[in-house]
C-alpha cells in the first residue's frame, strides 16, 4: 500500500517495548499512518456520502434462509460478499434452531439473484459463524467465530473458497506476550498490508474492539492491551459494539460496526474513521440505516460503478448510495 517510509512517531505504542517483535509490528503500523496522513488532504470530507447515505435496493432480501426442514433453515450474522471479476461470491451461516451452525455458500451473476452450491453446506466439521474471508496470493483465508464456550477464533484456509481446512485457533497475546485472559472472542475482521496482518476483535460479547497484529497467521499480538473502540456514548451503540469490516478510502480507515443501544433489542448499522487504527471518531449521523429496520454484519462491496451495503443479519438487503437511486431498480 504504502509507496515510501517516512520516521515518525506515534505516542499510542509506547507500551509495545516488551520483544522486538513487537517493536517490528509497531512500526509496521506507524509506517501506514504516515503515508495515510500525507494522503488526509485529497478527502473531500471525514465522512463522504458515497459511504454513509444509502437507500433500499426496491425488491429485498434478495437473500434468506430457506425455512423449516433444511439444514440452513435461517441464516445468522455475519456472512462474507467477494466480487471477483463478474461473480458475486457469498459464504454465510446456516442453521436450524437449536442445531449447528455450518457453512454456505451461493453465487450471484449481479448480487441480486443467488444461487446455493449444489454441495452446501460446504463445511460442517466445527461450528462457523460471524466469518470473513480474505484473498491473499492465490488462497482464500476464513476466520470466524466458533462455540461461545471460552476464546475461539478459528482460521481456515481454502485454495478455490470451497473446500476448506481448519487450521486451528488464533493464538492471541498481550503487549508483554502472555495469553489475553480466557473469554470469548469473535466477530474478527482482518486484512492484510505490507506482510503485516491485522485483526479487529471483539471479547466478552461485544464489549470493545481490540487490534492485534500478525507476521504469520499463527501468534497475534495486541497493538495495545485497552480497546480501540467502546460501546456509546451514543443511543445506538451504548451497549455492545463490534466491527464486521475495514476499508481505506481517500486516505482514511473506516470501520462498520453493528451496535446495540437503547434501541429496543434492534441492532444498528454504522461507520467510524481514524488515521492511525489507535483513535476512532464514530459519524455524527450513525446509524446509517434506520433502527426499525434491526440491520447488523454490514459490508462494502463495489460492483464496478460503486458501493453498495449488504447487511446480513437475518436476510440479506442491500443498499444503495442515495445519489445513485436510479441504478437502484434491477
Known amino acids: 500500500m504504502l509507496k515510501r517510509i517516512?520516521?515518525?512517531?506515534i505516542h499510542a505504542y509506547a507500551l509495545i517495548t516488551h520483544s522486538f517483535a513487537s517493536l517490528c509490528i509497531a512500526a509496521a503500523i506507524a509506517v501506514e499512518a504516515a503515508g495515510l496522513s500525507g494522503r488526509t488532504a485529497l478527502a473531500d470530507d471525514e465522512?463522504?456520502?458515497?459511504?454513509?447515505?444509502?437507500?433500499?435496493?426496491?425488491?429485498?432480501?434478495?437473500?434468506?434462509?430457506?425455512?423449516?426442514?433444511?439444514?440452513?433453515?435461517k441464516i445468522n450474522e455475519r456472512g462474507w460478499i467477494l466480487r471477483e471479476d463478474d461473480l458475486y461470491r457469498m459464504w454465510y451461516t446456516g442453521y436450524k434452531p437449536e442445531g449447528?451452525?455450518?457453512?454456505?455458500?451461493?453465487?450471484?451473476?449481479?448480487?441480486?439473484?443467488?444461487?446455493?452450491?449444489?454441495?452446501?453446506p460446504i463445511y460442517d466439521q466445527?461450528?462457523?459463524?460471524?466469518?470473513?474471508?480474505?484473498?491473499?496470493?492465490?488462497?482464500?483465508?476464513?476466520?470466524?467465530?466458533?462455540?461461545?464456550?471460552?476464546?475461539?477464533?478459528?482460521?481456515?484456509?481454502?485454495?478455490?473458497g470451497i473446500h476448506w481446512a481448519r487450521q486451528g485457533r488464533l493464538d492471541i497475546?498481550?503487549?508483554?506476550?502472555?495469553?489475553?485472559?480466557?473469554?470469548?472472542?469473535?466477530?474478527?475482521?482482518?486484512?492484510?498490508?505490507?506482510?503485516?496482518?491485522?485483526?479487529?476483535?471483539?471479547?466478552?460479547?461485544?464489549?470493545?474492539?481490540?487490534?492485534?497484529?500478525?507476521?504469520?497467521?499463527?501468534?497475534?499480538?495486541?497493538v495495545q492491551d485497552e480497546p480501540v473502540m467502546r460501546p456509546g456514548p451514543g443511543f445506538y451503540d451504548k451497549k455492545w459494539i463490534a466491527v464486521n469490516q475495514f476499508i481505506t478510502y481517500k486516505g482514511r480507515y473506516y470501520i462498520y460496526y453493528?451496535?446495540?443501544?437503547?434501541?429496543?433489542?434492534k441492532w444498528t448499522t454504522?461507520?467510524?474513521?481514524?488515521?492511525?487504527?489507535?483513535?476512532?471518531?464514530?459519524?455524527?449521523?450513525?446509524?446509517?440505516?434506520?433502527?426499525?429496520?434491526?440491520?447488523s454484519s454490514g459490508i462494502l462491496v463495489h460492483d464496478g460503478k460503486q458501493y453498495r451495503l449488504y447487511v446480513m443479519h437475518d436476510q440479506v438487503h442491500v443498499y444503495f448510495p442515495s445519489d445513485k437511486k436510479k441504478r437502484v431498480t434491477k
Open 6 to 9: 517516512r520516521v515518525v512517531t
Open 47 to 73: 465522512f463522504p456520502r458515497e459511504l454513509v447515505d444509502f437507500v433500499p435496493y426496491e425488491k429485498n432480501p434478495v437473500f434468506s434462509g430457506r425455512g423449516e426442514g433444511h439444514w440452513d433453515a
Open 100 to 120: 449447528a451452525m455450518k457453512l454456505g455458500y451461493a453465487t450471484s451473476p449481479d448480487g441480486f439473484t443467488w444461487t446455493r452450491h449444489r454441495d452446501n
Open 126 to 160: 466445527h461450528w462457523i459463524e460471524d466469518m470473513i474471508v480474505v484473498k491473499h496470493d492465490g488462497t482464500y483465508y476464513m476466520f470466524t467465530e466458533g462455540p461461545v464456550k471460552g476464546l475461539r477464533i478459528d482460521l481456515l484456509t481454502s485454495a478455490d
Open 173 to 222: 497475546r498481550l503487549t508483554t506476550g502472555e495469553p489475553i485472559r480466557e473469554v470469548w472472542a469473535g466477530t474478527p475482521t482482518v486484512w492484510i498490508s505490507e506482510g503485516v496482518w491485522y485483526l479487529l476483535y471483539e471479547l466478552n460479547n461485544d464489549e470493545a474492539i481490540w487490534l492485534a497484529t500478525s507476521s504469520d497467521l499463527k501468534v497475534w499480538t495486541n
Open 258 to 265: 453493528h451496535g446495540l443501544g437503547d434501541t429496543d433489542g
Open 270 to 295: 454504522n461507520i467510524a474513521m481514524s488515521t492511525d487504527l489507535i483513535h476512532w471518531k464514530k459519524y455524527p449521523n450513525n446509524p446509517l440505516l434506520p433502527v426499525e429496520s434491526n440491520s
